[in-house]
T-cell receptor, first 116, second 115 residues
Framework: SAVISQKPSRDICQRGTSLTIQCQVD?????MFWYRQQPGQSLTLIAT?????????ESGFVIDKFPISRPNLTFSTLTVSNMSPEDSSIYLC?????????????FGPGTRLLVL | AQSVAQPEDQVNVAEGNPLTVKCTYS??????LFWYVQYPNRGLQFLLK??????LVKGSYGFEAEFNKSQTSFHLKKPSALVSDSALYFC?????????????FGQGTTLQVKP
C-alpha cells in the first residue's frame, strides 16, 4: 500500500473562485487518479493524472474546469476553477501501480469542498 | 459499457448475525473486482479484491467475498457482524485489458449493525 495525504482536508469557498488540491504519496506510483464524490453519491472518475503530460479526462470533465498537474511520480494537484455550489463535493486522489499483484488502488483521505 | 450495481441502499443486521452486501457487475472480458469501505468523514479503505483464482477471497476485518461468474456477482460477506462494521460500502470493477486502472463504482450500500 501507500501513504497518501491531501491538502487541504476541507475548505469553504466563494463562488467564482478557484481551489487547488494537493495529493502527495510517500512512494513512487505509476498511476494517479482524481475522483469526485458528490453529496450522498458514489465516486466518479474525473481524470487520470499523467506524469509529464496532459491529464486524460473522462466524459463530462474538461481541462478548463479541472486543470491537473503531475510533475513527478509522487505528487499531483487538481484545481477546481470558477467554482459554483454544484462543485461542492469530496475530491479524492487515488494511486496505483502496474504489474501483477499491483491491481489495487489506494485512496487519499479526501478534500471536502463547500462552495457558497 | 461497464457498470456496477449495488441493489440495496441500506442493509440492517443485528450484531453477531451474518451480513451480506450485494454487488453485480456488467463488463466484457474478465473483470477485476474490489470492495472498499468508507467510514464517516474518512477516505476509502481497501477491503479485498478478486483478480483470478479461487472464487472466495478473504480480506480485512474478517470480510470475504465470492466471485460468481455465471451470476456476474461479487457479494461481500461476514459471518458475524460488529457494530463497528457500520459504514458505507462500495463495490468497484476495472478491466485489465488496456491496463488503464480506471475504477467504476457502484452507488454504495450503507451497512447498519445494531447492538
Amino acid at each position: 500500500s501507500a501513504v497518501i495525504s491531501q491538502k487541504p482536508s476541507r475548505d469553504i469557498c466563494q463562488r467564482g473562485t478557484s481551489l487547488t488540491i494537493q495529493c502527495q504519496v510517500d512512494s513512487q506510483v505509476t498511476m494517479m487518479f482524481w475522483y469526485r464524490q458528490q453529496p450522498g453519491q458514489s465516486l466518479t472518475l474525473i481524470a487520470t493524472a499523467n506524469q509529464g503530460s496532459e491529464a486524460t479526462y473522462e466524459s463530462g470533465f474538461v481541462i478548463d474546469k479541472f486543470p491537473i498537474s503531475r510533475p513527478n511520480l509522487t505528487f499531483s494537484t487538481l484545481t477546481v476553477s470558477n467554482m459554483s455550489p454544484e462543485d461542492s463535493s469530496i475530491y479524492l486522489c487515488s494511486v496505483g501501480r502496474t504489474g501483477t499483484g499491483q491491481e489495487t488502488q489506494y485512496f487519499g483521505p479526501g478534500t471536502r469542498l463547500l462552495v457558497l | 459499457a461497464q457498470s456496477v450495481a449495488q441493489p440495496e441502499d441500506q442493509v440492517n443486521v443485528a450484531e453477531g448475525n451474518p451480513l451480506t452486501v450485494k454487488c453485480t457487475y456488467s463488463v466484457s472480458g474478465n473483470p477485476y473486482l474490489f470492495w472498499y469501505v468508507q467510514y464517516p468523514n474518512r477516505g476509502l479503505q481497501f477491503l479485498l479484491k478478486y483478480i483470478t483464482g479461487d472464487n472466495l477471497v478473504k480480506g480485512s476485518y474478517g470480510f470475504e467475498a465470492e466471485f460468481n461468474k455465471s451470476q456476474t456477482s461479487f457479494h461481500l460477506k461476514k459471518p458475524s457482524a460488529l457494530v463497528s462494521d457500520s459504514a458505507l460500502y462500495f463495490c468497484a470493477v476495472s478491466r485489465p485489458s488496456g491496463n488503464t486502472g480506471k475504477l467504476i463504482f457502484g452507488q454504495g450500500t450503507t451497512l447498519q449493525v445494531k447492538p
